[in-house]
């Protein structure tokens, strides 16, 4: 291990970025611009060296770091990444700089703003790379709460008509505006991670009250019953941020409503997050809850795609679309866990990684389709793919991941958490997954068609749209390459993540 | 009344009697607190209610023979002045921007 | 190291790499026309490495395939990519790339008038079909036959959306890929059902396992089942033949590669590919003839009643899959592979021919034409190649074939699909010669030819006033394929292969006797006007009713995916946005409510606060002197 | 017997007359001057608790500095209104009912409490011990007195400052 703090560096390097923001770039919106594609750049770049250095003959946690904060406690700030992490601290870096090029346009405030999405984005880096579950928790929180103001202060309103039997309700949260989504996004993440705190508190007590740290956790055995109730509560508190079914209503108003980079951001890193905690913390530290609770996670995970995907094609507007989307896909994520099989296990890590970079492209899409024609009703669009080919052929290949079509990561991970499926002691679970996928395949298709192919809208501000420019093509196209990538080779991920999934599945008592 | 009058330990007045005085002083302050409807009405019954403390504390410390409880009155005692002199200023003050000393008009706490 | 392996690999690369050059090089691909020329010269390397391919797999016994791994698992690769080169594959192989390469030459002419951003578009779509198709027929084990599989129906649906701007062209291209795919999610869930129970995906480790008897029989029958729905959508087999017809709304030459020569037979490929599992299930087997002779006889039926010369060809395409399923359904596949080979070549004839004829005449409809013999002679004379072909006469290419085709299925024992068969193909000359006679023979069509009724061609908007064979780029291709349609029907003819099965000996003059029957009454029909079209079609009300409503398949679709599929998606949507999110909505309105009401507590008199405190502390004070 | 417990009796009655006086008096005047009585006999209190320091203290700070500010306050006030400033009570039953809900449970609290009735004999000087707790033990809350004073002196200062 050589002398630079890698992870450190990754992990603070947005926020350093975000420091000089609101120091020294104020009134220039370009320097402010700069800077955030600078500190995000040395991130990636350091992500990318990381990811080429990191020993997958050694595996386990590498580029260790470790500085006692509250030793009475057992508080340590310790970092550390395996291979899972590895993936996702890259999809984090990716999908950020690609943020950071997709929202070049953001007008109003943008020193705030950007130094807002870095810290944001610091928190994002923490939560993976900290072994430390306290560390981790408040980073965690770091993710969480910079959205509130982000979705608040940039988001935008939708139009939603309270009505059915519970309108009333809607009326009286005023439903739709973007203060009702940042409110609901917050409050829902906040309410999920007192579960967390809850539950890491209780191991930590369990465990002898000496260390946070997840390395001597993971050596605890827990008793069954507290390791079945913990579980839940890792279940209930991370699941919400990854979208499980019923407390999935935050995710389309939420990023809907939020500015591009923003959604891009939460949608493609912050709901792995979600998953990535659980899969850590759940099945890392309560194998007998696992055992115990997995039928339930897998069959709501179930609900999740078919769900998911029926909503989104109901919807008429086009972020909600993506939105249910990543409820869908946040689905095959959480069934791929529920099968504790190799291959499921790879595919929802691989589907982690997939949907991050499919959805990011979307929502960056979607961001530029809507400041280009300030409209997001689809069904009022049509024919932009003669005006806007770029962003039309970004935006079919991202279909075509998120339907699974092979040669894009979306396939490798779908067919991969099938694979598993089927192995699992619930094999049903292969079905609702094939039928999301057609499902998929039937908005996201229909989708295209409307906004970008057929005969031009016949409203005039429809026309003469331009297509992206600048540095938003860097976010098209580095995000497209990813997915293009990982979809042909799949193997330069899977490799590392299989080094980490092997031994938890050891640890579930799964393989030997 | 010299202190050495009383003859040392041989007190008749037992410490209930203090304390009860203490508390009806209380109760009357609280009763003016209540009930006032000038400002300064109000704070001259916070005073009483602090008075009734001062001999709680006096008394105790006495009977407990520990003269903390007496620092303890002497902080009460300059803080009680720091207070009213801050709370009369805040009366002027907001008599200065309302035209008023009724209570009963002051609601900036509203909910 | 196997050089048959190593030459198809090398013909696999090159149109990856005409791809990638035309996709990644922005300015090649906005150039239009040298877009074109790289990838036809790509693709004529392609060709050139694929015939060495399969000179050299014919010598040698067997080749192992190259491997790579593609998904890395603890326990050795989960899924390899690699090239499978035996002599089905490579003969495949050749008839891919040959009509690819055709393919692209003639659309050089027939897309001549297409922007050039446009083109190049194009050629990189061809590009990238070629690659997939090749990859489809080289593949070693089913995950490679399924990333290519899928990807040649991303290709097909690029390519029938290609003008992207007609709605119908947008709709079929949708419609095309939600019908495959719906096949699809069958073959994906039999891939992994088989996976699951031996392990393996690769066909060599499978057809040892079949040979050595270990692979478990039991629940079997799914796994094929499973993998048949995936070729039901692909090749078009009833139910899921709808998409195939709309999906003419692509450029024809797109037509003649993708839907009727290559990739719709990626489905009959598949099943010759894994004949020795489905000989496994009998029963599932029958159900491919089955199926395969009613959608023979249906398209075929479907056909008469057409007047889009496109979508004759069309339904006849699926007609002639049906063929080859119900001889694979006998359980003689490599008869039905063999139709597969020689319906490859005269349908891409006929489809080339009735491009040119769409590009002169500006139109699809075929009484817009009529006595084309004269101004087109090339044409005509190539189009009746392809269509006796088709008829399946001696000495043309589909002739031999279809006779294997239909001896196979009497061999099978499959009595009533023989009958079917029979019968569509007295349709099948019908059918085919009712176009031949409208559009080539007869009187030219009265109203001027300009006229654009169906679909407008925005690529032959300039044709009709001057009709003419069509330029050399054009005519080379189809002059090869109908050569070639000849030079196998002759050598057919001449050298008969063995039979893998006895039939009997009157079925060659059946076969002959039926197709001439149906030439005969075309030719009464159409050209001599003996027979009344009216009261012919008359006679069979009912059935041609039902034909021109598309026997309603397409009804129940479209009312399945509005009236159910939508119609439920938007029953869950306003579930989700109304009473799941209106659970959420109530409490937090409720919280609202409460915090509302618990507000007016706060008067904001200093003293009301003084009570409250003043009642806590009484509240503490009864607390603790409460006597326990 | 002593002196004690007649000094206590006629204390305790002055205290509570004054006491009901401040809260019931109209006159806000005379109410203040009622406070100061109070507060003078809360020094008589102290003076029987033997805590003569104590009782200075109260009688310096209390009945002198907060009686004179209070005055102060009054008098501007009642100049800045240009009347007699009079005041009346609100409320009143509620006001016994909470103030002797108050009372009846203290006191039942404190007739039950298990309370010395006897004081220890003083073993030595109390304003000596006062001293020397304000200096040792409690030095640091006495620094913080002094923080606090000042920052009260300038607050006052700065609300009560003149208009611009």
């Known amino acids: ?480 390459f990813v997915l293009v990538l990982f979809g042909v080779a799949p193997g330069i991920a899977i490799g590392p993540v299989d080094t980490a999934t092997i031994p938890l599945l050891a640890r579930l008592g799964v393989l030997p | 009344m010299p202190a050495g009058m009383l003859p040392v330990g041989t007190s008749a007045m037992p410490l209930h009697a203090y304390l009860t005085l203490a508390a009806t002083l209380f109760a009357i302050g609280l009763f003016g607190v209540v009930t006032r409807r000038n400002t300064i009405g109000i704070l001259l019954g916070i005073e009483l209610m602090l008075n009734a403390v001062n001999i709680n504390l006096v008394a105790f410390a006495r009977f407990n023979g520990d003269p903390a409880g007496m620092v303890f009155t002497v902080f009460t005692i300059c803080i009680t002045v720091a207070e009213v002199a801050v709370g009369l200023a805040l009366v002027i003050l907001i008599f200065r921007i309302r035209r008023t000393v009724i209570a009963d008009h002051l609601d900036l706490l509203r909910g | 190291m196997t050089d048959s392996a190593q030459f198809a690999l090398y013909s696999l690369l090159l149109p990856a790499g005409s791809f990638l050059l035309l996709a990644v090089v922005a300015p090649l691909r906005r150039s239009g026309r040298p877009a074109g020329f790289i990838s036809i010269v790509f693709s004529a390397a392609a060709l050139g490495w694929a015939v060495r391919a399969w000179l050299h797999s014919s010598r040698e016994v067997f080749q192992p395939p190259l491997l790579w791994e593609w998904i890395p698992a603890e326990a050795g690769p989960l ?70 599989w899928e990807l040649v129906g991303l290709c097909s649906y690029l390519l029938i959306g290609y003008w992207y701007g007609k709605p119908e062209a947008a709709r079929a291209a949708v419609k095309a890929f939600w019908t495959t795919k719906a096949g699809d999610v069958g073959l994906l869930i039999g891939i992994v059902l088989l996976w699951q129970r031996t392990g393996t995906f690769d066909f060599l480790e499978l057809l040892m396992q079949v040979d050595a008897g270990t692979l478990p029989l039991e629940g079997l029958g799914l796994v094929t089942f499973c993998i048949y729905l995936g070729a039901v959508g692909k090749s078009a087999q009833f139910p899921l033949h709808v998409w195939l017809p709309d999906a003419m709304e692509g450029p024809t030459p797109v037509s003649a590669l993708i839907h009727a020569a290559t990739m719709v037979t990626a489905g009959v490929y598949l099943l010759k590919r894994t004949d020795w599992l489905f000989a496994l299930t009998p029963d599932v087997l029958a159900l491919v003839g089955w199926v395969g002779a009613f959608t023979a006889l249906l398209a075929a039926t479907l056909a008469c009643a057409q007047s889009d010369i496109k979508r004759v060809l069309a339904y006849s395409t699926v007609s002639q899959l049906g063929y080859m399923m119900a001889a694979i359904g006998a359980g003689f596949a490599s008869a039905g592979f063999l139709h597969l080979l020689t319906n490859g070549l005269f349908k891409a004839l006929l489809f080339l021919g009735a491009g040119a004829v769409i590009h002169a005449v500006g139109s699809n409809d075929i009484f817009q034409m009529g006595g084309l013999r004269r101004a087109m002679p090339q044409t005509t004379i190539v189009f009746l190649v392809g269509a006796l072909s088709l008829a399946g006469i001696p000495l043309f290419g589909g002739f031999f074939s279809k006779d294997e085709v239909l ?19 007295f349709l099948t000359a019908f059918y085919m010669f009712r176009v031949v006679f409208i559009a080539f023979f007869g009187e030219p069509a009265s109203q001027g030819h300009g006229a654009h009724v169906g679909a407008g061609h925005s690529s032959a908007a300039h044709g009709g006033t001057h009709l003419q064979d069509p330029l050399p780029t054009m005519a080379l291709p189809f002059w090869l394929l109908a050569i070639m349609s000849v030079g196998v029907g002759i050598l057919f003819t001449v050298r008969h292969p063995e039979h893998e099965f006895a039939a009997p000996g ?123 | 017997m002593t002196l004690e417990p007649l000094a206590f009796w006629a204390l305790s009655a002055l205290l509570v007359g004054s006491a009901l006086a401040v809260v019931l008096t109209k006159n806000l005047f005379h109410s203040v001057l009622y406070l100061a009585l109070a507060l003078t006999g809360t020094a008589g209190i102290f003076l029987a608790l033997e805590a003569e320091f104590l009782a200075a203290v109260q009688l310096l700070l209390y009945a002198g500095g907060v009686v004179t500010i209070v005055v102060f306050a009054i008098v501007v006030t009642e100049r800045l209104v240009g009347e007699r400033i009079t005041q009346t009570s609100r409320q009143i039953v509620s006001g016994v009912v909470v103030a002797g809900g108050v009372l009846i449970g203290v006191l039942t609290f404190i007739a039950r409490a298990p309370l010395p009735a006897t004081r220890p004999p003083l073993v030595a000087d109390v304003t000596q011990a006062i001293g020397q707790l304000l200096f040792s033990r409690f030095v640091l809350p006495f620094e913080l007195l002094a923080v606090l004073f000042l920052a009260a002196l300038l607050g006052a200062t700065y609300f009560a400052r003149p208009d611009e």
């Open chain 1, 1 to 480: 291990m050589n002398g630079l703090p890698l992870l450190s560096i990754i992990t603070w390097a947005p926020f350093a970025g975000a420091l000089l923001i609101m120091f020294t770039a104020r009134h220039n919106p370009l320097r402010v611009r700069c800077i955030a594609a600078v500190s995000t750049g040395v991130s990636l770049i350091l992500s990318l060296r990381v990811f080429w250095a990191y020993d997958r003959e050694v595996a386990g946690f590498q580029f260790y770091e470790e500085w006692p904060l509250v030793p009475p406690l057992g508080i340590t700030y310790q970092l550390g990444i395996d291979g899972m992490s590895l993936l996702l601290v890259l999809l984090t870096s990716l999908v950020i700089v690609a943020g950071v090029f997709a929202s070049w346009t953001v007008k109003e405030r943008s020193q705030e703003f950007y130094a807002l999405l870095l810290v944001l984005v610091t928190g994002v880096y923490g939560v993976f790379v900290s072994l430390d579950l306290f560390v981790l928790f408040l980073f965690y929180e770091i993710a969480v709460l910079p959205m509130y103001l982000l979705i608040g202060i940039w988001g935008s309103s939708g139009e939603i008509r309270p009505q059915g039997i519970f309108g009333w309700a809607f009326r009286r949260t005023g439903v739709g505006t973007k203060e009702y989504a940042a409110m609901k996004l917050t409050l829902y993440l906040l309410f999920g991670s007192a579960f967390i705190l809850v539950g890491i508190l209780a191991l930590y007590v369990a465990a002898g009250s000496t260390s946070f740290s997840f390395l001597e956790l993971e050596l605890t055995q827990f008793d069954p019953a507290l390791q079945s109730w913990v579980f839940l509560t890792f279940y209930v508190g991370f699941g919400i941020l990854a979208g499980i079914w019923p407390l999935h209503t935050w995710s389309p108003d939420g990023h809907a409503s939020a500015p591009t980079a923003v959604s891009m951001l939460h949608a493609g890193v912050l709901m792995k997050l979600g998953a990535y905690g659980f899969v850590r913390l759940g099945l890392g530290l309560l194998p007998e809850g696992t055992h115990q609770w997995v039928w339930l996670v897998g069959t709501i995970a179930c609900i999740n795609i078919v769900y998911g995907a029926l909503s989104a094609m109901a919807q008429t507007d086009l972020k909600y679309v993506i939105a249910y989307s990543s409820v869908s896909h946040m689905g095959v994520v959480m069934l791929g866990v529920a099968t504790l099989t190799e291959s499921g296990l790879n595919g929802a890590v691989f589907q982690m990684f997939a949907h991050g970079i499919m959805t990011g492209l979307f929502f960056a899409l979607v961001g530029l389709v809507y400041e280009k024609a300030h409209s997001r009703a689809i069904f009022t669009m049509g024919g932009f793919g003669r005006m806007m080919p770029g962003i039309a052929t970004a935006f079919t290949v991202g279909s075509l991941s998120s339907l699974g079509l092979p040669a894009t990561a979306g396939f490798v991970a779908e067919f991969l958490t099938l694979l598993g499926a089927w192995q699992s002691r619930h094999p049903w679970w292969l079905f609702p997954g094939v039928l999301g996928a057609f499902l998929t395949s039937i908005y996201v298709l229909r989708v295209a068609k409307q906004i970008f192919w057929g005969p031009q809208a016949t409203d005039p501000h429809f026309h003469d749209l331009p297509d992206a420019q600048g540095p938003e093509w860097a976010a098209l196209v580095i995000l497209v």
């Open chain 3, 79 to 148: 899924a390899t990519v690699g090239v499978l080169a035996d002599a089905d594959s490579t003969i495949m192989l050749v008839l891919v790339a040959l009509v690819s390469f055709l393919v692209q030459v003639y659309s050089l002419g027939y897309l001549a008038h297409e922007p050039a951003q446009g083109l190049g578009r194009y050629y990189a779509y061809q590009s990238l079909f070629a690659f997939s198709m090749m990859g489809l027929v080289l593949a070693p084990n089913f995950v490679q036959l399924f990333i290519f």
């Open chain 3, 407 to 425: 001896g196979a299925v009497w061999a099978g024992g499959l009595t009533a699909p023989f009958v079917m068969l029979v019968v569509t193909a």
């Open chain 3, 506 to 628: 009157w079925l060659t003059p059946l076969v002959v006797t039926v197709s001439v029957g149906g030439i005969l009454l075309a030719w009464l029909t159409y050209h001599r006007r003996v027979v009344d079209a009216e009261r012919l079609a008359a006679a069979f009300g009912l059935v041609r009713e039902a034909a021109l409503a598309k026997f309603w398949v397409d009804d129940v679709f479209e009312a399945m995916y509005r009236g159910a599929l939508l119609a439920f998606s938007r029953a869950v949507g306003w579930m989700d946005r109304y009473l799941v999110d209106g659970i959420v909505n109530v409490l937090s309105a409720w919280t609202l409510v409460l915090g509302d009401r618990l507000r007016r507590m706060q008067s904001g008199q200093p003293q009301d606060y003084v009570y409250g405190v003043a009642l806590g502390l009484l509240l503490l004070l009864v607390l603790i002197q409460w006597p326990r």
